[in-house]
């Protein structure tokens, strides 16, 4: 065991310095920005789920009064069809630039097909009604069935399936609507199965969902005649803005500033860029700055969602409650360009325990339905449902613990994971034995209650990290970073400062910067900021220290190893009669000992802390309406080392929330025409504060040896157990296995009338 | 035609002029650039644009700016009085009650007009209560300990 490291910040809960804008109104999200000159922009969007464009006739919304600009895809660089062709179909830039506007053809209900800029909302709202556009409807395809028949309509006729070279039932590569498939694993899954004496194989299904973040998307953009653009955003990062909307458009990147609004919520449905590149367009054609919202309905119908899935899943376990083989076949709708996250649900389907014979084939399959996009670990959700609920069956054959099967099998130091490396140290089994000592699992139970446990693994990400870090002349420290502050991240770098420099939390100020005003930086994304970003401060912190030790080293005219940086000074090695100089005072005379003192870094984060999270749902079903009531929930999760322990358990509480309507409410509901019937969050039910109970939190810290704090992403982990803790508390209650999401009241009547029938 | 509003806004007495059909919330937002009160849906749903009316809990989408003439409108940019943040923006910040916060004016404001009816609100009285506010990011649990601390601090019960 390592030394236990003390901390006077880490792991304390003081207010985040953003907070105050926050409580008061005062914070700009990406819709509070304006500028004296500025349009309005809006998309007009097809009322098809697939259809080709025969005409668009722009000339009586130009003619509107009020109206400045218009535009198409013909206003757009057609940049990246040779790539695509050249690619078997696929080329990522290709499919962004046809979904930010329709080129063509229609794919799904609600794609973008034009858009204007006029003096007000209400006058581009009108002119959009005047835009006359022909289709000529298509046939579509919109479940995962249908999509990849042999008889099925081509989303995308020239596009072939990656991933099958020498593959069986592949060969020749006719284009289909299966963009994507793959495959991992290890041993050989009929020998595991030889080996079991029990064997379960079970199928499952899941829905479209939306990330349902409350802020839409919005920007504003500035153009110049000479080509340069601001754009006011919200996004997971506004590098990532920057990135692609000069890309689509052609722009040098050194033209193109980003300034990152506060954002309303993201949950990795803002990872990509919608209204910005039409805006910039808008812009230019105006002269104008254009300002782009979207309803809520276009939030629904045209961003963001998380697409339906089928899972088939076989396990097998000796007698024992040993796995001995584990086999999934996982389908993943990707929306209408494919992409989905199903090599991240191959990924961590079996993820969380040792297996000597697994493996998981995916396919990732086209379907008119909006492109698909990140939502919160992505693609492991659905696949923990398939396996959390097998277990739960297994354990209930085997006449074993559900915990105890899990331990029994839980990955630790050295397992080999069924996606490829062995792992470092986690905390699978603590997460666990913490779950199990909670009070809460072995809690009474009343009549039409249950209790059911699962277990979540998601990686966590590290990518591309910039910091700087400010010594200003009075010792306060200015810290700046390049990752939008979605949960709190302002407070969990400041902590890092401050524990860094041994100063007060409250002279450190943590700046979201423009993307002219720090090195690149990667998402907002993956639970990576603390960890990555946070790594990157504490490495520019250190430069800074370096740089005051050398001052202190120059007033006291002796060699800089001579000089040590404790408690927020410096101090000169066995030497007690010297006065140690502090931060303030090295910082007030930085001019007369060299300069500014400021540090910097820049680095591909390295050394990831995967993390588990086990979770205990108890839920209450009323037999007559079929309403799931969770009346109590228990989230344990391994933080590896937890930075602001409110703002963890945040997003514990958060993802076990998020993960609860995805169990019992929310899904899309479409008509046979491809058409979303429920565009908004009357129909489309995410949990309101009546619905759920405290949430309770256990934090295990088994810190991260490849991160100075032992830090671990905690952002992802919690949407991943709900799921299925919540379906098996419904077994557990009701002694239905249900394995079609979501457990909404009429489903769960059905199951009910199926078992008195039975 | 634009009408000419009078109304006092969070304490100030403002004039200003809107469309027939604007909404309060985009008059609030795009006229008097009070940008504190959010939207997130515009049709009601989602809490994020609540104000108070007359000390009527209102969402600011579904009311005509037209409707406010000689009302009084409270929105969150008037709950902090003096420099002074309220019990429950201090019980907010206290707690970690938002993440990213796009939704911490809508809760402030209806929670405020909660506990002006009931200054003793059970556990189950708020969340009902907050039922027309969304959150996406906090599972409610730190909003609700928030609220019923700040409760105990207006009834003098905290120290």
């Known amino acids: 065991m390592s030394e236990e490291k003390k901390f006077r910040w880490v792991g304390t809960r003081p207010i985040r310095p953003d907070g105050i804008d926050k409580v008061t109104g005062r914070a700009n999200y990406g819709a509070d920005f304006a500028l004296p000159d500025m349009l309005w922009g809006k998309v007009l969007r097809s009322p098809h789920a697939h259809a080709r464009i025969q005409s668009i006739d722009l000339k009586r919304a130009k003619a509107l009064a009020g109206v400045h600009a218009v535009m198409t895809a013909e206003d757009l660089p057609d940049l990246f069809a040779e790539a695509a062709k050249s690619n078997g179909g696929h080329d990522s830039s290709n499919d962004l630039a046809h979904n930010v506007m329709a080129r063509g053809r229609v794919l799904y209900h609600g794609h973008a097909i034009a858009a204007v800029a006029a003096t007000s909302s209400a006058i ?49 590569a006719e284009p289909s609507n299966i963009a994507n498939r793959v495959q991992l694993g290890h041993g050989d899954p009929a020998e595991g199965f030889d080996l079991a004496d029990e064997v379960i194989e079970r199928e499952f299904t899941t829905r479209p969902i939306h990330q349902g973040y409350i802020e839409p998307h919005a920007c504003l953009a500035q153009t110049t005649p000479d080509g340069r653009v601001t754009l006011w955003s919200s996004s997971q990062g506004h590098f990532m803005v920057r990135d692609y909307t000069a890309k689509l458009l052609d722009i040098d990147l050194s033209l193109v500033k980003v300034i990152p609004a506060e954002i309303g919520g993201g949950f990795g ?79 961590t389907i079996f993820a969380p325990y040792a297996f000597p014979h697994v493996r998981s084939t995916g396919y990732d399959v086209m379907v008119n339905k909006p492109k698909g996009a990140a939502y919160r670990a992505p693609g492991a959700p659905m696949a923990a449902f398939a396996l959390e609920t097998v277990i739960d069956e297994m354990a209930e054959r085997l006449e074993i613990d559900p915990v105890d099967l899990r331990l029994r099998n839980a990955a630790k130091e050295g397992t080999l994971a069924s996606f490829g490396p062995r792992y470092r140290r986690v905390g699978c089994v603590e997460t666990l034995e913490a779950l199990r000592d909670h009070p809460h699992y072995s809690a009474p139970l009343g009549p039409h209650q249950g209790r059911g446990i699962a277990v979540g693994f998601w990686f966590n990400a590290g990518l591309q990290s910039s910091a700087g870090v400010n010594l200003n002349p009075d010792g306060t420290v200015t810290v700046l970073s390049g990752n939008p502050d979605i949960g709190g991240s302002r407070a969990s770098l400041a902590l890092m400062t401050a524990e860094e420099f041994g100063i007060e939390y409250e002279r450190v100020e943590v700046v979201i910067a423009d993307t002219q005003s720090i090195g690149f930086t990667d998402v907002t994304g993956g639970s990576r900021v603390t960890f990555a970003t946070g790594m990157a401060v504490i490495e520019a912190a250190a430069d800074v220290r370096r740089q005051l ?162 830090v671990r992403g905690v952002g992802e982990v919690p949407i991943v157990a709900p799921i299925p803790a919540v379906v098996n508390a419904v077994y557990a209650a009701t002694g239905v296995r249900f394995r079609d999401l979501p457990l909404s009241p009429p489903k769960v009547l059905v199951g009910l009338d199926g078992k008195s029938a039975a | 035609m634009k009408r000419h509003i009078t109304a006092t806004i969070d304490g100030e007495a403002r004039e200003f002029l809107c469309d027939e059909d604007q909404t309060l919330l985009d008059a609030l937002r795009d006229v008097l650039f009070k940008t504190g009160t959010k939207e997130g849906c515009g049709t009601g749903d989602c809490g994020a644009c609540s104000v108070t009316v007359d000390g009527r809990l209102v969402c600011a989408c579904l ?45 402030l404001v209806a929670a405020k007009s909660l506990l002006e009816k009931n200054p003793d609100p059970s556990e189950k009285e708020v969340r009902f209560w907050l039922a027309g506010n969304l959150c996406r990011c906090t599972g409610y649990d730190k909003i609700i300990r928030s609220v019923l601390d700040a409760a105990a601090d207006l009834r003098g019960e905290s120290g």
């Open chain 1, 269 to 347: 449905g803002k990872t990509t860029v919608y209204l910005e590149p039409l805006a910039v367009v808008l812009s230019r054609k105006s002269g104008r700055s254009v300002k782009m919202v979207m309803s809520r309905e276009e939030v629904f119908r045209a961003s963001g969602p998380t697409l339906g899935t089928r899972i088939k899943l076989k396990l097998g376990a000796t007698r024992e409650g040993v796995f001995t083989g584990g086999e999934a076949t996982l389908h993943y709708e990707g929306g209408a360009f494919g992409g989905s996250s199903v090599m991240a649900g191959c990924m």
């Open chain 2, 63 to 107: 009311v005509l700016a037209a409707e406010v003439e000689g009302a009084r409108v409270e929105t969150v940019e008037g709950i902090a009085q003096e420099g002074e943040l309220h019990p429950l923006q201090r019980r907010f910040l206290e707690q970690a009650a938002l993440q990213c916060g796009i939704c911490t004016p809508g809760f």
């Open chain 1, 124 to 172: 581009a709202s009108q002119a959009l009604e005047l835009i006359d556009v022909e289709y000529e409807p298509l046939p579509h395809v919109l479940d995962i069935a249908s999509a990849i028949a042999s008889d099925a309509t081509l989303i995308h006729e020239d596009r072939v399936t990656q991933g099958v070279e020498g593959i069986e039932g592949f060969e020749g």
């Open chain 1, 549 to 710: 030790c050398e001052r202190a080293a120059a007033v006291w005219e002796v060699d800089a190893e001579r000089v040590v940086w404790e408690d927020g000074e410096a101090r000169l090695k066995g030497e007690s009669d010297r006065a140690p100089l502090t931060l303030a005072e090295l910082a007030q005379n930085a001019g007369r000992t060299g300069g500014p003192i400021s540090g910097r870094a820049a680095l591909t984060a390295r050394g990831v802390g995967m993390a588990f999270g086990a979770h205990i749902c108890d839920v209450e079903v009323d037999p007559e309406t079929g309403r799931v009531e969770v009346i109590r929930y228990t989230a344990v999760q391994d933080a590896g080392r937890a930075i602001h322990p409110s703002y963890v358990e945040g997003q514990m509480q958060g993802g076990a929330v998020q993960g609860i309507g995805w169990a019992l409410n929310e899904e899309y509901v479409f008509d046979s025409d491809g058409k979303l019937e429920n565009p908004g969050f009357l129909d489309y039910r995410i949990p309101v504060a009546s619905d759920v109970p405290m949430i309770d939190t256990v934090i295990v810290e088994v810190p991260n040896p490849k991160h100075p704090y032992g």
